[in-house]
Structures are given as C-alpha cells and as structure tokens.
C-alpha cells in the first residue's frame, strides 16, 4: 500500500524559508520520479515540481524557480522541498505524490502571511 507522508509546514512570514519533507512507503521509491503539487484555497491543485528518480533533474514551476528546490534522499524514502523567499501567494497545502499517480499524502499547510 503506497504511504505518503508530508510534514513540515507551518506558518511563515514573507522572505522567511520552510523544508517541507515526504515520507514514502509501499514502493521503491528510489524507482520513481516524484513531484510536489499544492492547492490554493477554492484553486485547483497546481503542480509545483518534479525531480527524476536519480535526483538529477528537477523542473519546476516558473513562479517558484530560483525559490524552491527539490532533492530527495533515496536511502531515506524522502523528498524535500526547501522552500525560500516565501510569498502570501504560496499559501497552500502541500503535497507529494509520485510523478505519473495522482495518490497523495494528506499534505502539509503553509501558510505565508505577516
């Protein structure tokens, strides 16, 4: 059974930095590309970034490039999100999720505001 688990939100004030982390289980996680996605209250769910099951190449979302900076740790089952220069606009709820599956964890609040 595939188990994600993200933890490390909280609230932050604009400019301030947050690490997110994602705990997987119930796969071999060093086999996929994973992703971050949020979702903005009464938005969508918007993809944020996705790193390859190397490590090696992550992409991400053009309003969050040069802020966030995904990295994993394969021998741990986790993925970071390292997360700076935080905007009220990336209040949201977070989440991991391999990259191709839509099964997330029960996600993580930031929320950005002073």
């Known amino acids: 059974q595939v188990q994600l688990v993200e933890s490390g939100g909280g609230l932050v004030q604009p400019g301030g930095s947050l690490r997110l982390s994602c705990e997987a289980s119930?796969?071999?996680?060093?086999?996929?590309?994973m992703a971050w996605v949020r979702q903005a209250p009464e938005k969508g769910l918007e993809w944020v970034g996705t790193?390859?099951?190397?490590?090696?190449?992550?992409i991400y979302l053009d309003s969050v490039k040069g802020r966030f900076t995904i990295s994993r740790d394969n021998g741990k089952n986790t993925l970071y999100l390292q997360m700076t220069s935080l905007k009220p606009e990336d209040t949201a709820v977070y989440y991991c999720?391999?990259?191709?599956?839509?099964?997330r964890g029960r996600g993580t609040q930031v929320t950005v505001s002073s």
């Open positions: 790193i390859d099951s190397g490590g090696q190449i992550p």
């Open positions: 119930g796969f071999t996680f060093s086999r996929y590309s």
């Open positions: 999720r391999r990259a191709e599956f839509t099964e």
